[in-house]
Nanobody, 125 residues
Framework: QAQLVESGGGLVQAGGSLRLSCAAS????????MGWFRQAPGKEREFVAV??????STYYADSVKGRFTISRDKNTVTLQMNSLKPEDTAIYYC????????????????????WGQGTQVTVSS
């Protein structure tokens, strides 16, 4: 059974840090692409960051570059979030895709096969 389970969300003050983790099992454990999207109230789901096998290349949304770091170790993908801002408040979803994607398509949520249940991140001002 394919499964992605997120952990690590919570409430933090602006300027603080949080670390999200996502454990993959079943079919998702061999995914070529794994990463994170987020969705704020009243907004569409948006790309945050992904790590793409086999070279473990990483890609980030412009809004999080320099503040967030994504990494992957075997079946776990981690998102270290520093210098958090109130606009980072959202539900963060772990995602995975079996096959590789061209760089220009990495931000398309409809191309990812597997999704976690989401974890809430709230940044207070």
């Amino acid at each position: 059974q394919a499964q992605l389970v997120e952990s690590g969300g919570g409430l933090v003050q602006a300027g603080g840090s949080l670390r999200l983790s996502c454990a993959a099992s079943g079919r998702t454990s061999s995914s070529a692409v794994m990463g994170w999207f987020r969705q704020a109230p009243g907004k569409e789901r948006e790309f945050v960051a992904v790590v793409s096998a086999p070279g473990r290349s990483t890609y980030y949304a412009d809004s999080v570059k320099g503040r967030f770091t994504i990494s992957r170790d075997k079946n776990t993908v981690t998102l270290q979030m520093n210098s958090l801002k109130p606009e980072d408040t959202a539900i963060y979803y772990c995602t995975a895709r079996s096959n590789r994607l061209v760089i220009s398509a990495l931000g398309r949520s409809d191309l990812y096969e597997f999704w976690g249940q989401g974890t809430q991140v709230t940044v207070s001002s």
